[in-house]
């Protein structure tokens, strides 16, 4: 049984999803303390773990309220339920996950640039900080923090900032860190060129070969690094652009996430933007034997600004979460078919009563 939550301001709320028919019913919902910014499985898929902040986006406003919680999964029914106290964080949280074993959770933060990692307990409630004192190249503004399928390493991308009137631009990096148990060590930066025209934002590994695909924000492209034992070339082997057409100057044009489907055949980056410009997803079928990302499809999402979305582990289904509406066209989940031949077929489209608040986040999980 696989079931859906999305994150409505500080809501969680939960969604029985027909993977077969694309149709969402929704059930019941939790709160975290303060508006929810990312959430993570525990390996065991019994438990869930959200990042929530007061914080304003980007380089907004600092808020007071930064936490991850804990929240418990019913395994018959995906019903949510409180897991022990929440721990604060010192600011907002842009991204988090668990390591492999889901012995540790993960936080990046962007503002100021950061990366702190918590134990997670036995009973998988949150435990205390493990200090980092080998720890000193942070970045400029992460956007997530993975770790490789191994747990050896972690990666952190670092987007950077393109040039302004006001200042030069400043350079993005992948940062990848030596994982022991929780204590990490600065190892490498991979940085093509400084970082300068290089702006990751989101990766993710294939299952089965040594490939990571990095999305690129401030580049509108998707890269392919090939990985072994942590170790990345200094360039991709492979960089395509995610668009359909070129960007109008006024479109502030950016790609989001990228999942691999659970076959490996297929990579796909969500393409978005504040307004009625290209919000699509791009779909790539991956060269089985390079690795090569070759554009296939550029599928409308049928809504505006698509921050997250999410491949069920059958991979038959796509669900698409936009952050936010833009004139007559509201904040938005889409269901999606996915073909044998990899690319999307529109299933429903679900308007979502947000009071102007932002669905920062959306994933699915398949209960143990």
């Not at 995906?78 to 012995?103: K, W």
């Not at 860190?177 to 600065?186: A, I, K, S, Y």
Request: charged share 15%; glycine share 8%.
């Amino acid at each position: 049984m696989t079931v859906l939550y999305a994150s409505i301001g500080a809501d969680l709320i939960h969604f029985d999803i027909s993977v077969t028919e694309g149709t969402l019913i929704r059930r019941g919902t939790v709160m975290a303390p303060a508006n929810i910014q990312y959430v993570w499985p525990h390996m065991s898929r019994r438990f869930l773990y959200a990042a929530s902040s007061d914080s304003a986006s980007g380089m907004g406003p600092a808020g007071k309220t930064h936490h991850v919680s804990a929240f418990r999964i019913d395994p018959a029914t995906g019903a949510l339920s409180p897991h022990g106290a929440p721990i604060p964080l010192p600011y907002r949280p842009i991204h988090m996950a668990t390591d492999v074993p889901s012995d540790h959770v993960m936080v990046a933060f962007n503002n100021p640039p950061d990366l702190k990692v918590y134990h997670i307990n036995d009973d998988a409630t949150l435990g205390a900080e493990v200090p980092q004192p080998g720890l000193t190249d942070r970045g400029i503004f992460p956007h997530q923090v993975l770790p490789f399928p191994d747990n050896s390493h972690i990666v952190m991308p670092t987007r950077g900032f393109d040039a302004t009137k006001d200042k030069p631009e400043e350079p993005g990096a992948l940062k990848i860190f030596r994982n022991d148990n929780g204590v990490l060590r600065d190892e490498v930066s991979i940085a093509p060129n400084g970082g300068f025209g290089f702006g990751p934002r989101h990766l993710d590994f294939h299952p089965t070969r040594p490939w990571i695909y990095v999305a690129l924000e401030r580049q509108n492209a998707v890269a392919m690094f090939p990985h072994d034992k942590g170790r990345l070339p200094a360039a991709p082997l492979f960089q395509e652009t995610t668009l359909r057409d070129p960007p109008a100057p006024d479109a502030h044009q950016m790609v989001g996430t990228v999942h691999v489907h659970p076959n490996g055949r297929f990579v796909y980056v969500a393409n978005r933007a504040r307004n009625n410009a290209e919000n699509t997803i791009a779909v790539f079928a991956i060269d089985r034997t390079s690795g090569k990302p070759v554009p296939i499809q550029h599928a409308n999402t049928n809504g505006i600004h698509c921050r997250t979305f999410h491949i069920d582990p059958t991979g038959r289904l796509l669900v698409c979460a936009h952050i936010q509406g833009f004139g007559d066209i509201p904040t938005r989940l889409t269901t999606f078919h996915i073909g044998g031949d990899g690319k999307l077929t529109l299933a429903q489209t679900y308007d979502m009563e947000t009071g102007g608040r932002f669905m920062w986040w959306m994933g699915m999980v398949t209960l143990p």
